[in-house]
């Protein structure tokens, strides 16, 4: 069997660390799936405009070559526990496959270009998209299942703050990212830390790139500081 990715995602994230664990956590990340020439057909997407969710099947390309074992060490445990790998949505499978629900913002077919906006993906930047369906909310949504230890509740976020430079600096990439504050917001109240960081209760600096732009963070044990935010040089 030899499955052909019908299309590549674009996305803010550059870069694996501090991309939210699931879909949906960071609603400002906006991406775009751009199909490649031999999908490049808009009837693919007749009718699509009447979903509000799509279902993405794509490939975890960075992991691939990675390997997989029958035990992984989930984050929500704080990397202290192991469960087995189709417990979990750990990235390091035996098909490195994996699937997100996201919003459907826009298609378009310009230029000759066939693409589909999305909002809130957890994906990296050139992922390999392998096939796209609609969420169908009276079969794929179940309020009452069980999250077992992924637990039912979101996890506490942090509070995240500016230092003034950074709010002037915002000032300025936000002439070129509308929603670039929402999304550093949204993706640093999900507390990227490594579980055992937060464990050792110190204030830690850190450094993530959305889009090209370098994003500096300081953090204690409830609260996410924004120190900088520069353009990264090309
Ligand atoms: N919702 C998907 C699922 O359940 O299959 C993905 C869950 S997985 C835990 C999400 C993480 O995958 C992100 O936080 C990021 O670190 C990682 N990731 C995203 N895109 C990736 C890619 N193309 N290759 C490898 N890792 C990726």
Known sequence: MQLTPVA????????????????????????????????????????????????????????????????????????????????????????????????????????????????????????????????????????DASGGFASDAPQPLLSVTFSQQAQAQLQTTSKKYASIQALIEQVLAQDPRPAYKKSQGEIQEYGMTLYDLNIRWRCSENQAEVIGISQIAE
């Open 8 to 143: 590549v995602l674009r996305s803010p994230f550059k870069q694996k660390f501090a991309i939210p664990r699931q879909p949906g956590l960071a609603p400002a990340a906006l991406s775009t799936i751009e199909f490649y020439a031999e999908f490049n057909d808009a009837n693919s997407l007749r009718g699509i405009g009447q979903f509000s969710h799509l279902w993405l099947i794509f490939v975890f390309h960075e992991n691939a070559d990675k390997g997989w074992s029958p035990l992984v060490r989930p984050p929500r445990l704080g990397g202290n526990q192991k469960m087995g790998v189709f417990a979990t949505r750990s990235t390091f499978r035996p098909n490195p496959i994996g699937m997100s629900v996201v919003e459907l913002v826009d298609w378009q077919h310009k230029n000759g270009v066939l693409t589909i906006t999305v909002k809130g993906a957890d994906l990296l930047d050139g992922t390999p998209i392998l096939d796209i369906k609609p969420y169908i909310p009276y079969s794929d949504a179940h309020p």
